[in-house]
Structures are given as C-alpha cells and as structure tokens.
C-alpha cells in the first residue's frame, strides 16, 4: 500500500511520519521547501483555551484533545528524530485596560468557568504580579494557566528527520500538477505530466489545496489563503515577559529561543506575503499599549504566512466519497495545536481503513451535503 500527501508543512510531515511509523511506504511532495510555509511562520501557541469564541465548542473539545496528545507526540518525535522539544506551560494573561475589554473578557471568563474550565480571574495588581511587565493601565485580567507552547521550527527539522529515520521519502520542489482519479478511485499524481501511482493520496496543501488540479469540483476544499503577519523582537533586560499576554488586537509571546512574538494580523489578501507598514505599526502600537517596555527592544525580522482558512474555520480531515482520497487541511488558527490529533487520528484511518471518532464531523462532507 502506498501513500502520497501533498504539502511538506506540519500537517503533511507529521502525518506522513506517523504512517510511516505504520510500515506503510510514504511519499511527501512538496512544491517549495518543506516547513516553510505557515507552519514556519506560526508562532507555536497551544492555546485553546484563550483561542476559542463561543460557538467553537466541538473546535475547542478537539484543540484540547490534541493538546493532551502533545506529551505522547513529543516523546514519539524524540525517539524517532533525537530531538528534545520541549512542551512549555507559558500560562496566557488576556488583560483589560478599559471598561470595553473588562466587559468583553469577564465573558470570555464566565464562559470558560460554566464549562468547567480552569480560569482565573484578576484584579489589575494581581495581573502585575503574574507578568510584572504589563502596562499599570490593567484594570483586570483572566488567568489560563494550562495553555501552552512549542517551538514549531525546531518541530519541523525533527519531524522531517524523524520521517525519513522511519522509512519516508521527501521530495522538495516537486509541485503536484494533478491528482488522478479513475472510476471512482484514486490512480496517483502527476509530476512533470507522469502519473505516480498511489492507493492513497492525502492533500495537506495548506492555503493552496483547492488550488490543486483533479479533484473533482464537489469536493473541492473550500480554503482560502489567510494572510498572518508577525514581528519578532529581540527579548532583553529592558522586558523580559515570561507569561503569554493576549491583549485585544495582538498577542506578544516569549519564546525560548530569545524572541518576543508580536502577532498576528488576520488579512484577506488572496496569496500575498508582502509586509506593509500599516499592520506592523498596528502590531507595535497595541503591543506597546499592553507592555509599554517592548519600546526599547530590537527587531529580529518580520514573518508573513498564509493560514488555511476553511469556511466554517473548522479543519478538514478525513476521507472523501473518491477512495482513497483522503484530506487533511483547513486547520486555519490552530495547525500547530491539532498537529497531534490530526497526525496520529488520520494515519490510523488511513493504515486501517477505519474511519476516526474523534474526527467525525470535521470531514469533507459538511461541506457538499449542504447543497444536495
Ligand atoms: C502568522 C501566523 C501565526 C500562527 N500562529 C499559530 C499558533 O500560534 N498556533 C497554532 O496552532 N497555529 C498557528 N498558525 C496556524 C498554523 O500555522 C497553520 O494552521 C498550519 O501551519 C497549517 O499547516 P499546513 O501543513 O496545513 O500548511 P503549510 O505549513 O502552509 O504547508 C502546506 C504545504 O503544502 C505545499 N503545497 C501546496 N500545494 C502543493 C502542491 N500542489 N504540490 C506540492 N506541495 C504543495 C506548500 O508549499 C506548503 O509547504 C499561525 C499561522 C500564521 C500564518
């Protein structure tokens, strides 16, 4: 039995990895370079908790799903690859600084707590001793300890290792210009016109996986590309924050590796990566407001990746009404967080045949039956 998935990024590595694992013989096509789309410029929060709205709640029971999976993932990924990435309980601080936001979180808050979910409620000093950093305008703030965080490049360099030590193969810049299908079946790929014979085909091409050629029009993906922007500083004594702060408008992260994370605009602007002046001085105004110290720090680089946003916002995972024509894309906000769930749920169903309870309802189908 042979798999191809389409798209090198973190969906596609990772579950080629976990297939791979399964003796099943595996082929990763990747266009470009892999890891170095979205999942590149993601910045590696697992935050389900501080994420969620109000009406995501089979999202939300998913994300937190995959976050239980991490310790076993990571751990999985050390053994395969010799990688230590670390899971880091960061905690997230989602500060008020006027009666607008107060209002606005002690929703989020009373929201959180009716579903039993740990959450703490501040006043503003005693936000100022969770995250010494915050600016003195905190009025109040919601406490989430348990959300977390990972390095998600170095993940990308240990799942592309770790799926070739289990037998993979990865071929970078090789674009897939078609997907064949023949009575009802899947009958492989075109690359340079050549059909590469496949019993599976899994499409994890991000943003761009309704763009790919074959698959038949009621099947199509609805994902579009969401344009993120980020801007890295360089963290020093001048602010030093430990805690995650999700300020209205931007978020600021910590990472190990020495950069603050300011992000992330949320742009419809079709495949465009270009940075512009005007979200990045937003970025900087609101990450400034909520700690005023980051004035003084470096700027590392800027980053701009393309989140697939499905319609529903909802990821696309699972099999279609073509055998062997498997998706897994659409994971809009949340690809780093439901990398897990998504790897170790589809390469069962893929290895098995069985289709995944934890997935139903996140497939491709929710889609076309509501125009039959
Ligand atoms: C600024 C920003 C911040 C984010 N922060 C977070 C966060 O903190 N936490 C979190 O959980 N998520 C976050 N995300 C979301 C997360 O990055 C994505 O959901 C996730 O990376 C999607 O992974 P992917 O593998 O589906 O897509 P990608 O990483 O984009 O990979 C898809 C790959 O498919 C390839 N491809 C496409 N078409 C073809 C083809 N025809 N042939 C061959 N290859 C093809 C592309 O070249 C690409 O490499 C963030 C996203 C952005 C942009």
Not at 91 to 98: E, H, K, T, V
Not at 107 to 133: C, H, N, Q, T
Not at 182 to 200: E, L, P
Request: with cysteine; glycine share 10%.
């Amino acid at each position: 039995m042979k798999t191809i998935i389409i798209g090198g990024g973190i969906i596609g590595l990772s579950t080629g990895w976990q297939l791979a694992k399964k003796g099943i013989e595996v082929e990763i096509l990747e266009k470009a370079s892999a890891g170095r789309s979205a999942s590149w410029a993601a910045a590696g929060m697992l935050a389900p908790q501080a994420e969620m709205g109000f009406e995501d709640i089979d999202l939300f029971y998913l994300c937190r799903k995959s976050l239980e999976l991490y310790p076993k993932f990571l751990e999985e990924l050390y053994n395969d690859s010799g990688i230590k990435i670390e899971l880091e309980r960061t905690g997230c601080i989602l500060p008020a600084f006027d009666r607008d936001d107060s209002e606005r979180i002690r929703r989020l808050y009373d929201f959180r707590e009716k579903i039993g979910m740990p959450v703490v409620w501040l006043s503003g000093s005693e936000a100022r001793e969770v995250e010494p950093f915050l600016s003195p305008r905190c009025t109040g703030a919601v406490w989430i300890e348990d959300d977390a965080q990972v390095n998600n490049r170095l993940m990308l360099e240990a799942l592309k290792i770790a799926f070739v030590n289990c037998g993979g193969k990865l071929y970078e810049d090789h674009e897939v210009e078609k997907i064949n299908i023949t009575n009802g079946r899947i009958d492989g790929v075109n690359i340079h016109g050549i059909n590469i014979k496949a019993d599976s085909v899994i499409v994890a091409g991000g943003a761009w996986s309704k763009q790919i050629p074959g698959i038949p029009k009621n099947l199509l993906p609805p994902v579009r590309p969401v344009k993120g922007q980020i801007i890295n500083l360089k963290l020093n004594d001048s602010c030093r924050i430990t805690k995650v702060v999700r300020a209205p408008d931007v978020y600021l992260l910590p990472k190990s590796d020495g950069r603050l994370i300011l992000g992330a605009s949320v742009e419809e602007m079709g495949y465009d990566v270009t940075p512009t002046a005007g979200e990045i001085f937003r970025l900087l105004e609101r990450g400034w407001e909520a700690v005023p110290s980051i004035y003084d720090l470096p700027i590392e680089s800027i980053d701009v990746g393309l989140r697939p946003g499905s319609r529903d916002h909802m990821p696309i995972v699972g099999d279609s009404e073509i055998e062997g024509l498997f998706f897994a894309t659409g994971h809009y906000r949340n690809g780093i967080l439901l990398t897990p769930v998504t790897a170790f749920e589809l390469s069962k169903w893929v290895a098995s045949g069985h289709s995944s309870e934890i997935l139903n309802g996140f497939g491709i189908s929710r889609f076309y039956k509501e125009t039959v």
